[in-house]
């Protein structure tokens, strides 16, 4: 009995969606509608129904859009389910800084607090890294919350220690951020920046631990950076060579002698990578 012939499938898209995506980059609305009638509305040859014309081959189109803050063509993309309104672009909107489509995916149901990813916060931490006022306090008036995490407890104040200028920081935390959420002085502690010790400051004296291991009270976060080392934030600015973060941390009770996930002392971590002074000053610290 001879096998039947195998079949033959043909994954090439059609030249409607590179039509389309031309017609999106220049802002031709009737181009683009052309091709969307062509693609999915007009009757074709029986084909593998997992080949048959999809809406979401159109995302490229939609995502040029965003980026042209052409908020006519978005709306007709999504009438035609490019996107689903449970994964809309939103991130593209932010970093194309197109506020008009930003509000338009919130009308029509966006969760503004929505995580980026398992280990990313939501997009608020994108204005936030950039320095970009404007676009956070848009984002805060529209319901943006500071303290909102992805699956580990990483916050958009996370990402706040390591890149926004101090007074960003400051209205941020005016805004509502908590101290209590983030890990954020693990974060401060290696913010490369000359007001690093200024930002350490600043979330010590509102009250967080010195001496707390990173992600002890995140069982997900633990659960994912336990077997990688967790220490506390004078086990990270020893390993950075942060010596006046060092000192301060010392200063206000950090303890020198506590052991970090491997066992080790914050001085282990100096000597290892040769901060010779932040391992004296550590030495000097477990004798007192």
């Known amino acids: 009995m001879s096998l039947p012939p195998p079949m033959i499938f043909n994954y090439e898209r ?15 609305i009737d181009g683009v509608k052309k091709q969307i009638q062509s693609l999915l509305h007009e009757p074709r040859s029986p084909t593998p129904e997992r080949n048959q014309p999809q809406p ?29 309104k449970s994964d809309l672009p939103f991130e593209a909107a932010v970093r194309a800084r197109a506020f008009e489509i930003m509000d338009h995916f919130l009308e ?25 006022r404007e676009m956070v306090e848009w984002l805060l008036a529209h319901g943006a919350d ?17 890149a926004a200028p101090l007074d960003l920081i400051d209205y941020l935390f005016s805004q509502g951020a908590d101290q209590r959420c983030g ?34 009270n995140d069982p997900k976060g633990w659960w994912a950076r336990e077997p990688f080392g967790l220490g506390t934030p004078l086990h990270r600015a020893a390993e950075f060579g942060k010596v006046d ?20 002392t914050p001085r282990y971590w100096a000597e290892t990578y040769n901060f010779t002074e932040v391992a004296l000053v550590l030495k000097e610290a477990e004798e007192r």
Request: proline content about 5%; some cysteine.
């Open 56 to 84: 979401t081959w159109l995302f490229e189109s939609l995502f040029i859009a965003i980026k042209n803050q052409n908020l006519e063509l978005v709306k007709l993309l999504l009438s035609e389910k490019v996107a689903e």
């Open 14 to 28: 059609p030249e409607e969606v590179e039509l389309c995506y031309q017609a999106a980059s220049r802002g031709d």
């Open 146 to 162: 500071p303290n909102s995490r992805c699956d580990w407890d990483l916050t958009p104040m996370s990402q706040a220690m390591l």
């Open 245 to 264: 973060i060092v000192k301060y941390l010392l200063k206000v009770g950090a303890d020198p002698l506590k052991l970090d996930t491997k066992g080790k």
């Open 183 to 216: 890990q954020l002085l693990h974060w401060a502690v290696i913010r490369e920046k000359d007001d690093a010790l200024q930002v350490v400051r600043r979330v010590v004296e509102l009250g967080v631990s010195v001496n707390e291991i990173k992600y002890e």
């Open 108 to 132: 029509l149901g966006w969760d503004i607090n929505t995580a980026m990813g398992p280990s990313e916060p939501s997009t608020l931490s994108i204005p936030i890294c950039r320095s970009d």
